[in-house]
DNA sequence: TTTAGCACTCGCCTTCCGAGAGTGCTAAAA
DNA sequence: TTTTAGCACTCTCGGAAGGCGAGTGCTAAA
């Protein structure tokens, strides 16, 4: 089914291997010499023509070694990669981490530090996105009086994520009048997700509520906005990392991708539209054309079984995927325990 | 006083004017056809030279022209500078985005689109501070019980600044023992600043609460920390916009940049150190390192005459500070009139 | 005091090898 | 039939050489 005998998917894996380390195009000797191949440089050289043309491997230029096709890193990922091990130093920072971040109460909080954590260890370009509000069940709403004019919404979701936002009060209410168009509202939405807040809903909600219509808009304007206004839902970790690549060395690639960083709602769309569980996406595989040349590996984070968020790291094709991978895995399981004990 | 004759000055002012263009080194031919200053080129060189003795231009080379020097910039921007004007696309821009701004009401996301909007306009990277907490005079405290183990403390300052964390409560506590507790904090901390709890006035309170003094100790350990995670005070935009400056071809330049731009407290620092009014820092005239080829620009907004806060944008020493400047100004006082109505 | 003229300097660009790494092919060995 | 050794060939990369051009400093004339 693969089409690759043994021999040429060991071969494809030591190509793999040696580019993601060097970032050099890999020759037939260099195989056969650090690789316990037991095969001469010529017979590599034979089966690289065939990988080549099989279109796993591809040459920069005539008289170069081979480098991995998109196509070579998508076979290394699916079927070759060894599963990768933390390593102690690895460990120990994750746990110092997860002690401090104990600490924290608010996820997004939280999920920024994990955000530069992810970097730190991986040392490439972390994505994460704190969890979206308009997915989440209402649960409760507060609402806390600050003068005449303004009043503090707070809104609370079944996962626990606190969202707040000041609002404008069209009048002067009393504490009566307030309390009881929230009383109304929280029995009214209970258990709905945010997301769910049909026009039809709200209709009948206006007719309930017409003496205190003006209010109520302001609440449900609030609602929306904090549903819409989701594009700081996004970390990032590491942005400098990316210059460490050589494939880097480019100028007009970095400025495309950190302009692409700086574009919140379109890296909020990459990691919303990523599946759950591990996900490896590889060059053209990712739809922004901006990271055409990259690689992202992505993984949700759950509360109750029910997927938050998701966390992700971006970096060359030429990742260290395996690695990558194993931290991406242990992180998210971290942050599922965390989260769920808050 | 200066040291610099009426002729001196005009060649120093077109050195720079023109080297803030091109980004090229002017030689004395380019000053003598595109700047009406009647002289020919024979006679700029001697006047050049003279500047070069006296400390304001440089060459990278011989026979390349010459470029402003550190002291060159700073005499430029003291003396020579004049004073731009707001072009009218300039003008649309801000009047669109000060009307979007006022349906916000939350400092900490119009600071954000602030800092988008400066390097939007000036074309270098823009930091932002936003109000420190602990400088704002403790204005009243709510407590929002979430259940029985949670509240939300919101804290409103003086300035109208809002902030929120949620706490865990050591213990059930009844709504009369919180709302006396917050009370009395209420009371005693009104008008203080944050900064200014000091140790003395927390032993007062913990004698005066000993009763409570558990979800006491949770309040303060929490006011403690809004003061001390200031970290996100900062917000940057444009970071990519230094890659489109030929200075920073170079990437371990860019690369130590963004480094830097990752370190938030670093970069409040710099912003926090900053004197109220509009000031110009530049190359070494910044304390940090990564910063000694770049030109900073910075002014402060206010509420009621007190300082909250910095706008900054960040360029190469080559920077349109003329035109930076006037950007900046205008954008804090918009920013102050946009605060006070808020 | 200013300007024209001129020789000189120096970085940049292009061109031009030579070295080195790696290949494909062929023919011999297993 | 498969593997290996040998060899000629290709192509990139790095450094050297040399011409070009922009700009200078100096000198002498205006």
Same mark, same amino acid.
């Given at each position: 089914?693969?089409?690759?005998?043994?021999?040429?998917?060991?071969?494809?894996?030591?190509?793999?291997?040696?580019?993601?380390?060097?970032?050099?195009?890999?020759?037939?000797?260099?195989?056969?010499?650090?690789?316990?191949?037991?095969?001469?440089?010529?017979?590599?050289?034979?089966?690289?023509?065939?990988?080549?043309?099989?279109?796993?491997?591809?040459?920069?230029?005539?008289?170069?070694?081979?480098?991995?096709?998109?196509?070579?890193?998508?076979?290394?990922?699916?079927?070759?990669?060894?599963?990768?091990?933390?390593?102690?130093?690895?460990?120990?920072?994750?746990?110092?981490?997860?002690?401090?971040?104990?600490?924290?109460?608010?996820?997004?909080?939280?999920?920024?530090?994990?955000?530069?954590?992810?970097?730190?260890?991986?040392?490439?370009?972390?994505?994460?996105?704190?969890?979206? @509000?308009?997915?989440?069940?209402?649960?409760?709403? !507060? #609402?806390?009086? =600050?003068? &005449?004019?303004?009043?503090?919404? %707070?809104? *609370?979701?079944?996962?626990?994520?606190?969202?707040?936002?000041?609002?404008?009060?069209?009048?002067?209410l009393s504490a009566d009048e307030l309390d009881s168009v929230v009383a109304y509202l929280n029995e009214e939405l209970a258990g709905q997700t945010i997301a769910g807040l049909t026009a039809a809903r709200m209709r009948k909600?206006?007719?309930?509520?017409?003496?205190?219509?003006?209010?109520?808009?302001?609440?449900?304007?609030?609602?929306?906005?904090?549903?819409?206004?989701?594009?700081?839902?996004?970390?990032?970790?590491?942005?400098?990392?990316?210059?460490?690549?050589?494939?880097?060395?480019?100028?007009?690639?970095?400025?495309? @991708?950190?302009?692409?960083?700086?574009?919140?709602? !379109? #890296?909020?769309? =990459?990691? &919303?539209?990523?599946?759950?569980? %591990?996900? *490896?996406?590889?060059?053209?595989?990712?739809?922004?054309?901006?990271?055409?040349?990259?690689?992202l590996v992505t993984a949700s984070y759950h509360l109750h079984g029910r997927p938050l968020g998701t966390i992700g790291v971006l970096g060359p094709t030429r990742m260290e995927y395996a690695r990558v991978t194993t931290i991406?895995?242990?992180?998210?399981?971290?942050?599922?325990?965390?989260?769920?004990?808050?």
């Amino acid at each position: 089914m693969t089409g690759l005998n043994e021999r040429k998917q060991k071969i494809l894996r030591a190509v793999v291997t040696d580019y993601i380390q060097t970032a050099e195009p890999v020759g037939s000797r260099t195989l056969s010499r650090h690789y316990q191949l037991a095969l001469s440089a010529a017979t590599i050289r034979n089966e690289m023509a065939d990988l080549e043309e099989l279109g796993f491997l591809k040459q920069p230029h005539t008289s170069a070694g081979r480098i991995p096709s998109q196509q070579g890193y998508r076979f290394y990922v699916d079927s070759l990669m060894d599963e990768a091990e933390l390593t102690p130093q690895e460990k120990l920072y994750l746990e110092k981490f997860f002690t401090q971040l104990q600490k924290m109460r608010e996820i997004d909080q939280i999920v920024q530090q994990v955000a530069k954590a992810l970097s730190v260890l991986t040392r490439y370009t972390s994505l994460v996105l704190a969890p979206r @509000l308009k997915q989440c069940a209402f649960a409760q709403m !507060r #609402l806390v009086p =600050i003068d &005449e004019k303004q009043a503090l919404v %707070v809104l *609370i979701t079944d996962t626990g994520y606190i969202r707040n936002k000041v609002i404008k009060m069209p009048r002067a209410l009393s504490a009566d009048e307030l309390d009881s168009v929230v009383a109304y509202l929280n029995e009214e939405l209970a258990g709905q997700t945010i997301a769910g807040l049909t026009a039809a809903r709200m209709r009948k909600l206006r007719t309930d509520l017409y003496s205190r219509v003006d209010i109520l808009h302001s609440l449900l304007a609030m609602l929306e906005e904090c549903s819409s206004d989701e594009e700081n839902r996004i970390f990032l970790g590491g942005t400098s990392n990316i210059l460490d690549q050589p494939e880097f060395k480019d100028m007009e690639k970095v400025k495309h @991708l950190l302009t692409l960083f700086e574009e919140g709602e !379109r #890296l909020t769309f =990459i990691l &919303e539209t990523a599946p759950a569980g %591990v996900t *490896i996406r590889i060059g053209t595989e990712n739809l922004l054309a901006e990271m055409h040349d990259c690689s992202l590996v992505t993984a949700s984070y759950h509360l109750h079984g029910r997927p938050l968020g998701t966390i992700g790291v971006l970096g060359p094709t030429r990742m260290e995927y395996a690695r990558v991978t194993t931290i991406i895995k242990e992180m998210t399981e971290r942050l599922n325990t965390l989260i769920s004990t808050l």
